[in-house]
Structure formats: structure tokens, C-alpha cells
């Protein structure tokens, strides 16, 4: 006979009477209807801008609270997604059970996921790049099998738009000057002072005379010009002092009779270098890179330290990180174990800001987290799971 009703119920009262037969063959009866404390307790974003270029990279975390079922027992969830507000849900590839109450997906999900919904990032089609996609956790006790008895959550509607674009982005186009010097050596940028080798400083666009990029000037004396193009040595800049200092660093600049810039102690490293050749200034900061934050060994209370890399023209570091939420938690990069200089991700698409939003991890784990600061105004990094 079946009994359509709670096993545990079922058998303490049944016990009063009777003792259970056994071949008695119990099953649960679940409402598909979510069930009132059983909810999502995570924010979401407004929109969630979606590129396979940091498909690695989190998208979110979901958190939601523990289901009650009335009694001690083990519980599992399963994290489900439809492309619909009341379509038919089902778990996400590559997530499974879990008897935490958190799961992290990553961008990649999420575009395999958009692609079910009939999004696509291809300008030259029809179909939306933008739309919503539907979460609910579901909640159950048992095999999974058919004796099981199941709780589901609410349901999270996710707002994303998919990059219109799946290829390499081509570099800005962005207004430039050159740097070039005695650092423009073989092995590193190019031949030695060649203009064509000279190393991009970008403006944010047309009217805009405030230029600047990172420049590793690895040599023991560095000297260098700033060109309004690589083209030739037309119009070139260089330091406006005239103590007879050569080379120098005055931090103004000089079209004619001008001398060979320098550093601001006349050493090697990786610059912060910014020029505005309307107001005929220049700077230059040293800058050592690291990563910081409650998602590292050390904290908020001091950097990792990373390592520069001349082949790749990044730094990187691999570490122990822990699983933390972006909002108030995660990581940043920082310039020589201060806030003076800091760098966050505000969107979560990988590209990077001054000042901007911590860092989230999607899971505990060893990482590699790599810096770029090779194209000018166009700053990223990537966050990889060893």
C-alpha cells in the first residue's frame, strides 16, 4: 500500500497502532510552490554585463537561508535556472549538490545560460543581447531518488546583457603620445631610442590633452623624449630645465632647446608616467604592485606583494584565497602598500578603475591573479583557479 504522506509522521503515529509492513513503500508529495522561509538573501545587481573574455571570472554568488523540514536531518540544494519567470527549471551544468548554503557561478555559466534564452552578442543577427535570466534553489532531504521530499526557494530574476562581441577587442582608439629612450632596449620594446618602438600614453578622447600609461623603465639610468607621434622625431618633448642638469626631471616640458627627461631619482622601475603636452607637464611615479583585502592571507592590513614580468608586461601573483562577497569584501591592487594608488573592479567585466569596487572570489581555493597595465586607459586583470 503507499502512504502519501510524511515518513517520519507517518511512522510515529503508525507505531501507536500498528508496526510499519514492510513492504510498505512511502513517497513524498511536494508542492511546486516555494516555500515562504525558504528564500534568497543576496543582493543582485542591477545589470550583469556578460563577456567571454573573463568567463573564468565570478558573475555571483547566490546565498540563500536553510530550508526547514521539521526534523534533524542532512539537507542537499541543488541551484536552478530557467529562461522563463514560470517555465521549467533544472539544475546548472557543472554545479551539483551541495549541502552549503551558497553557490557560486561563474560569467561563463551565465553566457551558457543566455544562450539557452535565445540571447546572443552577434550585432549582425536579430536576436536580443540583452534579457533575464531566473534562479531558484531547490531544497531536499533523501536519495534524490523517489523517496525524497523537497522544499524550492523563490524565485531571482538576473538582469544581463551579452558584450556585442566575441572577438579579441581591438585597442581603443583612443589619442596617444609615445614615450622612447634609452629603456626602448632589445628583449624589452624594440631598438634602442627608435620612435616606432616608443611606448603608448593615452588621453580618455579628442580634447583631452591629460595623458598617461605605465611604463617599465628598467634601466640603471633612464633617458627618454615624449613624441605627439611614433612616426618620426617631429614635434618631440623633452625637459625644460636649464641648470645644465642632463638628463633631467623638472616635470616641464620643452619643445626646443630641450634636454633628455630622466626619473624622478634617476633610477630604474615601473612608472606611472602622465604628460599634457597643452600645459607642458609631465610626472612620473614608481610603482610596485600588490593585492590586498580580507580575501588574502594577510588582510586589509597588509599587501601580497606581486611580481613583474618584462616578457608579458604583467604582474602576477599565486596565492591562498578565500571566498568573499564584492560588496564590502574581496581584494584590490595597490601601488607600493598604499591607497594613493588602487585599482578595483566596478561592474565585474574585468576591466579595471582607479578607486573602484573590491574584488569578489567565487570560492575558497588557490588562484593566480594577473595585472595588466600595458595598454594605456585600458586596465584588466584575471583571476584563475589553479
Do not use: H
Not at 634617476?266 to 612620473?284: F, H, I, M, Q, R
Amino acid at each position: 500500500m503507499k502512504k502519501l504522506i510524511n515518513i517520519f509522521a507517518f511512522c510515529f503515529i503508525a507505531l501507536s497502532f500498528t508496526a510499519c509492513e514492510e513492504d510498505d513503500e512511502f513517497t513524498f508529495i511536494a508542492s511546486p510552490a516555494p516555500t515562504a522561509d525558504f528564500t534568497f538573501t543576496n543582493s543582485v545587481s542591477e545589470n550583469y554585463n556578460l563577456s567571454p573574455l573573463v568567463a573564468d571570472n565570478p558573475a555571483e554568488r547566490f546565498v540563500w537561508n536553510e530550508a526547514d523540514f521539521d526534523v534533524q536531518t542532512p539537507i542537499s540544494y541543488k541551484l536552478q535556472s530557467s529562461t522563463t519567470e514560470t517555465g521549467s527549471f533544472k539544475e546548472i551544468s557543472g554545479t551539483g549538490s551541495i549541502t552549503e548554503t551558497n553557490q557560486a557561478i561563474t560569467i561563463g555559466s551565465m553566457l551558457d545560460l543566455a544562450t539557452e534564452a535565445g540571447l546572443d552578442n552577434d550585432p549582425e543577427t536579430e536576436a536580443p543581447n540583452e534579457g533575464t535570466l531566473y534562479f531558484r534553489v531547490r531544497a531536499y532531504v533523501g536519495s534524490d531518488g523517489g523517496n525524497v521530499v523537497e522544499q524550492f526557494s523563490n524565485v531571482l530574476s538576473l538582469n544581463v546583457s551579452l558584450i556585442e562581441s566575441t572577438e579579441e577587442p581591438e585597442e581603443p582608439e583612443l589619442p596617444k603620445m609615445y614615450v622612447t629612450g634609452n629603456f626602448v632596449a632589445a628583449g624589452m620594446y624594440g631598438a634602442d631610442w627608435t620612435p616606432a618602438d616608443g611606448v603608448a600614453i593615452a588621453s580618455t578622447g579628442e580634447g583631452d590633452n591629460n595623458y598617461e600609461g605605465f611604463i617599465s623603465m628598467d634601466v640603471a639610468a633612464p633617458e627618454y623624449k615624449f613624441l605627439p607621434s611614433n612616426e618620426g622625431w617631429d614635434g618631440d618633448y623633452g625637459d625644460a630645465d636649464t641648470s645644465g642638469n642632463v638628463p633631467a626631471y623638472s616635470q616641464v616640458l620643452l619643445q626646443d632647446d630641450e634636454v633628455n627627461c630622466t626619473t624622478p631619482d634617476g633610477s630604474g622601475g615601473y612608472y606611472w608616467v602622465k604628460a599634457n603636452p597643452e600645459d607642458l607637464t609631465y610626472s612620473l611615479t614608481k610603482t610596485s604592485w600588490g593585492v590586498i583585502g580580507n580575501a588574502t592571507p594577510t588582510g586589509w592590513d597588509a599587501d601580497t606583494d606581486m611580481t613583474y614580468d618584462p616578457a608579458t608586461k604583467t604582474w602576477s601573483v599565486t596565492l591562498d584565497l578565500t571566498q568573499q562577497e564584492p560588496t564590502d569584501n574581496g581584494f584590490k591592487f595597490r601601488a607600493n602598500d598604499a591607497w594613493d594608488i588602487n585599482l578595483g573592479d566596478t561592474g565585474a567585466d574585468g576591466n579595471l578603475s582607479f578607486g573602484g569596487d573590491n574584488i569578489g572570489v567565487p570560492e575558497d581555493g588557490n588562484y593566480t591573479i594577473t595585472l595588466d597595465l600595458s595598454n594605456p586607459r585600458n586596465y584588466t586583470y584575471t583571476l584563475t583557479q589553479n
